[in-house]
């Protein structure tokens, strides 16, 4: 925990900060634990759980807003051609990244599917690179050349390319990038409850078409399914919103340490519970994504207070000239 300054705002910038963390982190452990309840959600299959968590994920966003009453800015950011376009490109990167996800669960490749997000901060720096032409450190670059050596090691041990892990890693930062390109213009209940309008069609005509041929399961499964599948509304909302309410109380570098909550867990659930083989290459494939994620934290963490050294010292320039 970083030192809170002695100031007459302290107290409600400590406040701010422990709600913050508060949040963040209910938000990142609840993704921790969605594996566990995806796997109870068989027999439905991959696509299915999807559609179904759109749907629901609608519905509950559209009682939030009545509530709230933002159906308003809603109506108003869609009114806006570059946004509405930018929400529906990212829209359509996290229903690959969900279905995806979904798919290592139902497959038994939970651990796969966790690595995906560990690497996901290593590719959103090639993002930076790539796309906003960002300049690395050598450092970061040193962290991108080890998160590679890991996923080769990680290749070679599981005998093929480790796709999950990469669709995963691709999506959830594409989605990431188009979500930054909006900025906080868009909240984070406007900005799901667009995405999952954008998604209703599709979703809506798959469920309708397989329960129709008789290959659903929202029916005919008993009501405690039926529920389960209507409660991937709040499963899906939830940590996105606690998420959000994180991420506008914390500096980002706290929720870039967060983040990794989620993919601990899901690695720890996939080797117990779910009961995965580790190979020892495996163990070795993990180990160097970890270390380049040491390396790229420690970096981040000292850029950023290189950052504060310096605003300090400019702010205390006019003091020691006045003296």
């Known amino acids: 925990m970083p030192e809170i300054e002695t100031s007459?705002?302290?107290?409600?910038?400590?406040?701010?900060?422990?709600?913050?963390?508060?949040?963040g982190m209910l938000g990142y452990v609840s993704w921790g634990f969605i594996p566990l309840y995806f796997a109870i959600l068989e027999p439905a299959g991959s696509i299915e759980i999807v559609a179904h968590r759109v749907l629901w994920c609608l519905v509950l966003c559209a009682i939030a807003l009545i509530f709230t009453r933002g159906y308003r800015r809603v109506f108003a950011l869609m009114r806006s051609p570059r946004v509405l376009l930018t929400i529906a490109a990212a829209s359509v990167f996290i229903a690959g990244n969900w279905l995806t996800y979904v798919y290592g669960v139902m497959t038994g490749r939970v651990?796969?599917?966790?690595?995906?997000?560990?690497?996901?901060?290593?590719?959103?720096?090639?993002?930076?690179?790539?796309?906003?032409?960002?300049?690395?450190?050598?450092?970061?670059?040193?962290?991108?050349?080890?998160?590679?050596?890991?996923?080769?090691?990680?290749?070679?041990?599981?005998?093929?390319?480790?796709?999950?892990?990469?669709?995963?890693?691709?999506?959830?930062?594409?989605?990431?990038?188009?979500?930054?390109?909006?900025?906080?213009?868009?909240?984070?209940?406007?900005?799901?409850?667009?995405?999952?309008?954008v998604l209703t069609p599709i979703s809506l005509a798959y469920v309708l078409w397989i329960e129709a041929a008789g290959h659903g399961t929202f029916t005919g499964n008993g009501a405690g399914h039926t529920l389960l599948l209507m409660g991937l509304g709040a499963v899906t909302?939830?940590?996105?919103?606690?998420?959000?309410?994180?991420?506008?109380?914390?500096?980002?570098?706290?929720?870039?340490?967060?983040?990794?909550?989620?993919?601990?867990?899901?690695?720890?659930?996939?080797?117990?519970?779910?009961?995965?083989?580790?190979?020892?290459?495996?163990?070795?494939?993990?180990?160097?994504v970890w270390t380049a994620l040491a390396v790229l934290t420690t970096d981040m963490l000292r850029r950023r207070r290189q950052r504060q050294l310096r605003s300090r010292a400019r702010a205390n320039e006019p003091c020691e000239d006045a003296s």
């Open 111 to 197: 651990v796969e599917v966790s690595l995906g997000y560990f690497i996901n901060p290593l590719f959103t720096v090639l993002l930076g690179v790539v796309v906003l032409r960002e300049r690395l450190s050598r450092t970061q670059w040193a962290a991108v050349i080890i998160g590679t050596v890991a996923v080769i090691v990680i290749a070679v041990a599981y005998g093929r390319l480790p796709w999950l892990a990469l669709v995963v890693a691709f999506s959830f930062g594409m989605y990431g990038l188009l979500k930054n390109r909006v900025g906080k213009s868009v909240g984070s209940l406007e900005g799901l409850s667009i995405e999952s309008l």
């Open 8 to 23: 007459t705002t302290a107290a409600p910038e400590e406040n701010t900060d422990r709600l913050g963390l508060l949040f």
């Open 237 to 288: 909302a939830i940590p996105l919103l606690l998420f959000g309410a994180g991420a506008r109380r914390l500096p980002l570098v706290w929720m870039g340490m967060l983040q990794y909550i989620t993919p601990i867990m899901q690695f720890v659930l996939g080797v117990t519970v779910f009961g995965e083989h580790m190979a020892p290459a495996r163990w070795i494939g993990f180990f160097l």
